[in-house]
């Protein structure tokens, strides 16, 4: 094998590892970037290599951008005293596509699990509590799984916010990294159906 | 016929059984055959028909036919009151089990909410004898035949203490993450409590009204030391006033995972421990005929019945008349025993089949 089939071989083997992609789909995607080569192979590469370069994690919030404080952060008009709490950066894209929720984020980065070694520092709860006082914020909506642990970082956050309302998406709304899977429409119904806890 | 029975059975390498189908009509299944045969085996597949283990509380690739190790399916046609499902469940080398509902998906709870399925086994002769555990998961299998729902509060009350546990482990000391979990064991362990006390009174009123030659055991939910509060709140007060206990002993010391059955042979007023070998069988099989009475009054019809080796231990008075009640019952009843004399009082009034192994393998042979 010459060194360039290998470089192609490295490539496809890359792709392939990527969350809903095989071998099959990685060695298509593959030809099609070398045949289209100045259309989608030149953009592509440049498009990750300054993503690589400034992608970071909001220091506020938590969420994924390409500054130290991400744009919902930074806009005055998300300043509406709502911040909702998810577990993962995918509930936050969901949420924002559904364009139902003007307030701010919070994300934890996952629940609290003590077998699996996840405790409060893990999950930016300390910073949740301190963005309390410091953005003036009036009400709490977590949408947190319906697991065991999504459950118990629920209770956890309510137990420490006195003083804020706090609610919860309406029950039978399964999130938790999964509100990515769900339509605009049933977002919008559990946000309006939330729930004080 | 309506009911709950299957209508026929499919292994396909479970344990000594490469590939087994049986066609049944809803009677009581007589299964004989020598030693190691593979009766157990075939029962066992039956238990996975229900949430859990089964009835051997196997490990999933335990149940994988070796040598080949390919993984294991058993199939089946449940008749269940007016409707009729298919049911799968399987897993491949190294995986967890699945279950399939008319072929879509299904949690294990699912199968508990359109099957029935109780069991006596040899193992459990010394139930009564040994360690609360046993006794437990007795009867959480009684409480789950008449609340399906239960399966899933035991696992989240487990699944909450084991996290709790593990704080305990460590030391730690935040006290709002203590009252997250707490709070959760209180909801699913008061829900536990009710599910088991309402079952001890399913089985004393069937026990009550029920016509039976089996003796009645007086049966009561007990803690090993102080009861348990009453009510979601009263349950996570305690366990925040048992903390520094807890802490000191590094895991949960009470709840519901600490709760025992007790039993009292009534007519004699003799606690079932003291009781004879043959008595302490007698009650077991009390109980769960009561529970099968239960369930034909509260779910519609009597549970498939798993009876592994229960003629061996009765003399042949007693035997007959199990078999009366089972067959009065309506119960599609599997028992298994070494020899077809043991099932010769059933006559026509049940299936009969014969097993038998050959170099590994488990044969079935259903006489015509
Ligand atoms: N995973 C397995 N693969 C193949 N054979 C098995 C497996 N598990 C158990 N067996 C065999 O099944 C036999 C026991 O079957 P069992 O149903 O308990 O017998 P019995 O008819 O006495 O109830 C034993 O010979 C054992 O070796
Ligand atoms: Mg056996
Ligand atoms: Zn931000």
């Known amino acids: 094998?010459?060194?360039?089939?290998?470089?192609?071989?490295?490539?496809?083997?890359?792709?392939?590892?990527?969350?809903?992609?095989?071998?099959?789909?990685?060695?298509?995607?593959?030809?099609?970037?070398?045949?289209?080569?100045?259309?989608?192979?030149?953009?592509?590469?440049?498009a990750l290599t300054r993503v690589g370069a400034t992608a970071r994690e909001c220091l506020n919030c938590g969420n994924i951008g390409t500054t130290d404080i991400c744009d919902i952060c930074t806009s005055d008009k998300r300043a509406n005293g709502q911040i909702c709490v998810v577990e993962d950066?995918?509930?936050?894209?969901?949420?924002?596509?559904?364009?139902?929720?003007?307030?701010?984020?919070?994300?934890?980065?996952?629940?609290?699990?003590?077998?699996?070694?996840?405790?409060?520092?893990?999950?930016?709860?300390?910073?949740?509590?301190?963005?309390?006082?410091?953005?003036?914020?009036?009400?709490?909506?977590?949408?947190?799984?319906?697991?065991?642990?999504?459950?118990?970082?629920?209770?956890?956050?309510?137990d420490q916010l006195p003083g804020v309302t706090v609610t919860s998406l309406a029950q039978g709304v399964p999130v938790g990294g999964e509100l990515d899977y769900l339509d605009d429409g049933t977002i919008t119904a559990a946000l309006k159906a939330r729930r004080s806890l | 016929?309506?009911?709950?029975?299957?209508?026929?059975?499919?292994?396909?390498?479970?344990?000594?059984?490469?590939?087994?189908?049986?066609?049944?009509?809803?009677?009581?299944?007589?299964?004989?055959?020598?030693?190691?045969a593979g009766k157990t085996n075939l029962i066992e597949a039956v238990s996975l028909l229900s949430p859990g283990r089964g009835l051997r509380r196997a490990a999933t690739d335990d149940l994988t036919r070796r040598p080949e190790g390919v993984g294991w399916k058993v199939t089946a046609i449940l008749h269940s009151l007016h409707q009729?499902?298919?049911?799968?469940?399987?897993?491949?080398?190294?995986?967890?089990?699945?279950v399939r509902i008319d072929s879509k998906t299904a949690t294990q709870t699912a199968l508990g909410r359109i099957g029935r399925v109780l069991w006596l086994v040899p193992s459990m002769d010394r139930l009564w004898i040994e360690g609360a555990?046993?006794?437990?998961?007795?009867?959480?299998?009684?409480t789950l035949?008449?609340?399906?729902?239960?399966?899933?509060?035991?696992?989240?009350?487990?699944?909450?203490?084991?996290?709790?546990?593990?704080?305990?482990?460590?030391?730690?000391?935040?006290?709002?993450?203590?009252?997250?979990?707490?709070?959760?064991?209180?909801?699913?362990?008061?829900?536990?409590q009710a599910n088991r006390l309402a079952t001890v009174g399913h089985l004393m009123q069937a026990q009550a009204e029920g016509e039976t030659t089996f003796p009645v055991a007086t049966l009561e939910l007990t803690q090993p030391e102080a009861d348990l509060p009453d009510g979601t709140e009263a349950l996570k007060a305690a366990f925040a006033e048992s903390r520094p206990r807890d802490l000191a002993a590094g895991r949960t010391l009470i709840g519901p995972h600490r709760s025992d059955l007790s039993a009292v042979f009534a007519a004699k007023g003799v606690p079932a421990a003291d009781c004879s070998t043959g008595e302490q069988k007698a009650l077991l099989i009390s109980l769960i005929l009561?529970?099968?009475?239960?369930?034909?009054?509260?779910?519609?019809?009597?549970?498939?019945?798993l009876l592994d080796e229960v003629a061996a231990h009765l003399d042949a008075g007693r035997r007959a008349a199990l078999y009366d009640e089972i067959c009065a019952l309506g119960a599609q009843a599997?028992?298994?025993?070494?020899?077809?004399?043991?099932?010769?009082?059933?006559?026509?009034?049940?299936?009969?089949?014969?097993?038998?192994?050959?170099?590994?393998?488990?044969?079935?042979?259903?006489?015509?």
């Open chain 1, 1 to 46: 094998m010459t060194q360039g089939t290998k470089d192609i071989e490295a490539l496809i083997d890359l792709l392939s590892r990527l969350p809903g992609l095989g071998p099959r789909s990685a060695r298509r995607a593959v030809l099609h970037l070398i045949k289209k080569r100045s259309l989608h192979l030149i953009p592509l590469a440049e």
């Open chain 1, 89 to 158: 950066v995918a509930d936050l894209w969901a949420m924002e596509r559904s364009q139902q929720f003007k307030g701010r984020y919070h994300v934890l980065g996952g629940t609290l699990s003590a077998l699996d070694a996840v405790g409060p520092d893990e999950l930016r709860i300390p910073r949740l509590i301190d963005r309390i006082a410091g953005e003036n914020v009036s009400e709490v909506i977590l949408a947190l799984g319906a697991t065991i642990d999504g459950q118990t970082t629920a209770h956890y956050i309510a």
């Open chain 2, 1 to 36: 016929m309506s009911g709950l029975y299957l209508e026929s059975l499919t292994l396909s390498h479970f344990r000594s059984h490469r590939r087994a189908k049986l066609d049944l009509d809803g009677r009581p299944v007589a299964i004989h055959g020598p030693n190691g």
């Open chain 2, 84 to 98: 009729v499902h298919e049911v799968e469940t399987w897993a491949e080398a190294g995986t967890a089990r699945q």
């Open chain 2, 133 to 142: 555990d046993g006794r437990r998961r007795f009867l959480d299998r009684a």
């Open chain 2, 145 to 192: 035949s008449f609340e399906p729902g239960h399966a899933d509060a035991v696992l989240t009350y487990e699944k909450a203490m084991r996290e709790r546990n593990r704080l305990l482990k460590d030391m730690v000391r935040d006290a709002h993450w203590y009252a997250a979990l707490e709070s959760q064991m209180a909801d699913a362990g008061a829900a536990i």
């Open chain 2, 290 to 305: 009561a529970n099968a009475r239960g369930l034909a009054q509260d779910f519609g019809a009597p549970p498939i019945l």
């Open chain 2, 334 to 368: 599997w028992m298994t025993g070494t020899g077809p004399e043991l099932f010769a009082d059933l006559g026509e009034r049940a299936q009969i089949l014969e097993v038998t192994e050959a170099s590994g393998t488990s044969i079935l042979a259903p006489k015509k």
